[in-house]
């Protein structure tokens, strides 16, 4: 199995910080005199993390002080975060360019990322589900898709 | 009872609900037979579509593609060797090696009767105990809730996998997520840091598309693959002979059995289900020791398992709010959606919901039967849809199912949001049930303490004082230590 002691140590550490944040925002909420106040429930939330976040942090060094492992998988956590990237840029220019415009770029560019080169293929999928999508979408449940506008 | 149920049988058999059932089935099988897709995620894809139909015929759909999907995995489990859902992982061990054998059909045939047969006996239970629990449940009070909510979220260490510690952190930032917002009784902004858009908290489906769906796409491009060595034999041999009926007997009735309880106990599921019969009719069997080699009981059982999950798992969601798997909390975010509230009121005001639901589960199990036998024969075509086509036409599919929740694409942003953390979850081992039971259970619990303690002017033994409570509390603190002597085997086991 992966040895993720490295990772559990920071993760564990970034959950226990996560708690002490949350413990200090939730303290500032209102007090109530009967029943839990706003901020008592997330004030416990918050005590859990950061115990549960020492515990896996505790753990880690107990197996043995963590070293840095082997090599990061940079390669594959790139194609995922282009793929967010995509995503990301996909959703925002939704707002200004609308579903059919936006759409059949991004199918595009996922299934080329996807390892599909062939470019027919490519191009038929993404107009045509792009087509299809919109017509059951808009015109059978009534869905009010982003359309094309500058303001 | 009897009545309900034909009024059931009426709304299951007219056009547009039977047709959206065997939608439901077809799409259910197809999903489920894709490894990397799941019934949650077949239901997610389906949401636009839900927000727009009646709730009974909604919801007798979802099932429909619930139990496909269930059955669906062990397709691929048989023919690829590769589980279509977590719940087949265990019939892969006998499965394969039929398939090796030749006997792919066989198998696919075995794997059918035996969903239908575990199907069938977690509807009967559905249909006899669900009405029952609901009859108690209606007697709950707030202090109950409050502590069916707390043994409901003890359940997080049981879902929690490899580890408990991190089953645990996700089920607490899962409640962290939950307190997101404007507080519901006092008024007061949560850790909304002046944002508008966070004021009213992060809504139950964009949170379940990102940690279900998106993530699994993420997942899915982390390298460029291959096509999976796809079967080329012939499927022969489907249906069952009686001499195989007759060697499945036991297989099957084992299977059922612990498919229903488990199905019962919320936030388990089909994975466990299908382990544990595996395991339970191999000590059993006479032939305990070819289990491996390609016997039919070892795929018979946990395929009984798994579907006798289904109806299992509506069972505390119909009755209590509570969902029994990952499945049914997305089945639950979809009622929530469309207006239907589940709880033991759900019987009561909304008879008509469940009773289609009882009715549709029955009707259901027969459309897999005849879908499984029928178009096994074509199996092998379902597997060669390629995934590189696949997961961006699903990202699309998650966009606008998170988009036409409130046709804003802040909550495209959230799905996007938490598909990267499941991503990272799932990469370093966190469960995603935990989280979700975590978001469902953490506005229940906070909710139902306040009202307590308000009405019994802060008095907090009113949890231990009343029964049902109590009993709840007891159950919480056995789940807890259960859970913790587990991890002790394991982490001695791991030692070892």
Redesign the interface.
């Known amino acids: 199995m992966k040895d993720t002691r490295m990772i559990d140590f920071w993760t564990g550490a970034g959950i226990f910080a996560l708690g002490i944040f949350a413990y200090v925002i939730a303290g500032k909420m209102l007090k109530v005199p009967i029943g839990i106040g706003p901020g008592d429930y997330p004030r416990v939330i918050a005590i859990g993390l950061c115990i549960l976040g020492g515990i896996l942090s505790l753990q880690s060094v107990l197996k043995g002080f963590p070293k840095a492992q082997g090599k990061v998988p940079w390669k594959s956590i790139l194609r995922v975060f282009a793929l967010v990237l995509m995503s990301f840029i996909y959703i925002q220019s939704m707002r200004y360019l609308g579903f059919l415009i936006t759409t059949p770029v991004f199918l595009a560019a996922a299934i080329y990322h996807f390892g599909n080169r062939n470019w027919k293929s490519t191009i038929a999928v993404s107009v045509g589900v792009t087509l299809v999508v919109y017509f059951v979408f808009v015109s059978l449940f009534q869905v009010l898709l982003p359309r094309f506008s500058l303001f | 009872m009897i009545g309900n149920l034909l009024q059931g049988f009426v709304l299951v058999f007219q056009p547009l609900t039977f047709g959206l059932m065997v939608f439901g089935v077809v799409l259910g099988i197809i999903i489920g037979a894709i490894p990397g897709l799941t019934g949650s995620m077949g239901i997610i894809l389906l949401l636009?579509?839900v927000?727009?139909l009646p709730p009974d015929t909604a919801l007798v759909m979802l099932c429909g593609l619930f139990c496909g999907a269930m059955y669906g995995g062990s397709i691929s489990a048989i023919l690829l060797r590769t589980p279509g859902t977590p719940s087949a992982s265990a019939t892969v061990l006998d499965g394969y090696p039929l398939c090796q054998q030749g006997k792919a059909g066989k198998a696919i045939g075995i794997s059918t009767v035996a969903s239908f047969i575990g199907g069938m006996v977690s509807s009967i239970c559905l249909i006899l105990i669900a009405p029952q629990l609901a009859k108690v449940a209606l007697k709950f009070q707030a202090a109950d809730y409050f502590s069916l909510s707390v043994f409901g979220l003890t359940i997080m260490a049981s879902s929690s996998g490899k580890s408990l510690?991190?089953g645990?952190?996700a089920g607490?930032?899962g409640?962290?997520v939950s307190?997101v917002g404007i507080?519901g009784?006092?008024g007061?902004n949560?850790?909304t840091f002046g944002n508008t858009y966070l004021m009213g908290g992060f809504a139950l489906l964009p949170v379940l598309i990102g940690v279900f769906a998106?993530s699994e796409?993420?997942?899915?491009?982390?390298?460029?693959?291959k096509a999976g060595q796809i079967v080329v034999q012939e499927i022969k041999g489907i249906i069952p002979t009686f001499a195989d009926m007759k060697a499945i007997t036991m297989a099957v009735t084992v299977g059922s059995i612990i498919g229903v309880f488990i199905g019962i106990v919320p936030g388990t599921g089909g994975a466990i289900a299908c382990f544990l019969a595996y395991n339970v009719v191999q000590r059993w069997s006479k032939n305990g020791d070819k289990f491996g080699t390609g016997m039919i009981e070892g795929v018979a059982a946990p395929e009984s398992a798994n579907n006798a999950t289904t109806g299992g798992a509506l069972i505390p969601m119909l009755t209590l709010g509570v969902p029994g798997d990952v499945v049914t909390s997305v089945m639950l975010g979809a009622l929530i959606l469309i207006g239907v509230k589940p709880g033991p009121l759900l019987f009561v005001e909304h008879a008509n919901v469940v009773y289609a639901i009882f009715s549709g589960m029955l009707v259901i199990q027969f459309l897999m039967l005849g879908f499984g036998l029928l178009c096994a024969k074509f199996s092998p075509q379902i597997l060669r849809i390629?995934?590189?086509?696949l997961?961006?036409?699903i990202?699309?599919?998650c966009?606008?199912g998170a988009?036409?929740l409130g046709?804003q694409?802040y909550d495209?942003?959230v799905a996007?949001i938490f598909?990267?953390i499941g991503?990272f979850m799932k990469k370093?081992?966190y469960p995603g049930a935990p989280l979700v039971l975590g978001v469902i259970l953490?506005p229940m619990a906070?909710d139902n303490?306040?009202?307590a303690?308000?009405v019994s002017?802060?008095d907090w033994s009113v949890l231990l004082t009343r029964p049902i409570s109590a009993s709840f509390m007891v159950l919480s603190v056995l789940s807890i230590i259960l859970a913790l002597r587990t991890a002790h085997k394991d982490s001695k086991k791991a030692q070892a």
């Open positions: 636009p579509l927000y727009r510690v991190k645990l952190i607490w930032f409640l962290l307190t507080d009784i006092v007061v949560r850790f998106v796409v993420l997942s899915e491009s982390q390298e460029i693959k390629p995934n590189k086509i997961m961006p036409v990202m699309v599919l966009v606008i988009y036409s046709n694409l495209v942003l996007l598909g990267v991503f370093y081992g953490g906070e303490l306040n009202r303690l308000l002017r802060n």
